[in-house]
């Protein structure tokens, strides 16, 4: 079936570092993909997406591009924020499908 | 919109008692599920409903977990009797059929402590 393999956390920045995290996906055909953001005590939202192969989803000064070759969405940003300070998740959803699979999520914590 | 809503936010019980959770989907989506998560399992998808009809309820842990959706703006999950090992925060979430690619929406949550 379907998995999502994220890096294990928690990911310790400074402020104003860069952040990658990375995430790997198994899937038959070509899947979307999503990452989401859980912000303390509120659920989960999704922060982008890119529905292709080479597709680069933005949002907020994060980014991923859809790597199919790598079956690879990793997020980046230039520069975090304190506010960044967060649980991420990365998701695919199957063609055709619309359940779907979370990776078990990355904590983000950003020291001023 | 409102977005997802769940009710309560919070809800403290002792062992043995029933705990009912509350939701309100997006309106005109027409997938709900429900999810829980703990630090151990982290995001586990109990169970999903397409117009109002549960599809999939193989993520329900034991019979003591029952959902229903009795229409297109109403979901409850109920643990009857409920037990610490329940202790978790559930989410509602709701999506629609009309894109393939569109995110689910997530509620806030319901926090949940059995003692």
């Known amino acids: 079936g379907d998995s999502v393999t994220q890096m294990e956390g928690p990911v310790t920045l400074s402020e104003e570092a860069f952040l990658t995290i990375n995430c790997t996906y198994t899937?038959?055909?070509?899947?979307?993909l999503f990452w989401y953001v859980q912000y303390p005590g509120e659920g989960l939202q999704l922060l982008l997406k890119a529905t292709k192969a080479d597709d680069k989803g933005s949002n907020k000064g994060f980014e991923a591009t859809y790597r199919k070759e790598t079956t690879s969405f990793h997020l980046e940003k230039g520069s975090v924020q304190v506010s960044d300070s967060a649980v991420y998740f990365c998701a695919i959803k199957a063609p055709g499908s619309y359940i779907p699979t979370f990776g078990r999520g990355t904590s983000l914590i950003v020291h001023p | 919109d409102a977005g997802v809503i769940q009710s309560p936010r919070h809800e403290v019980t002792e062992m043995g008692q029933e705990v009912t959770l509350r939701c309100k989907p997006i309106?005109?989506?027409?997938?709900l599920f429900w999810y829980r998560q703990t630090m151990m399992r982290g995001l586990e998808l109990l169970i999903y409903f397409n117009n109002n009809v549960p599809i999939d309820d193989s993520g329900m842990p034991e019979d003591r977990f029952s959902a229903k959706m009795p229409n297109a703006s109403f979901s409850t999950l109920k643990i009857q009797p409920s037990e610490p090992r329940d202790s978790a925060v559930y989410f509602c979430?709701?999506?629609?059929?009309?894109?393939?690619?569109?995110?689910?929406?997530f509620g806030n949550g319901t926090r949940l402590t059995v003692t």
């Open positions: 979430a709701s999506g629609s059929t009309d894109s393939g690619n569109s995110p689910l929406h």
């Open positions: 309106s005109g989506h027409d997938y």
């Open positions: 899937a038959t055909g070509y899947p979307s």
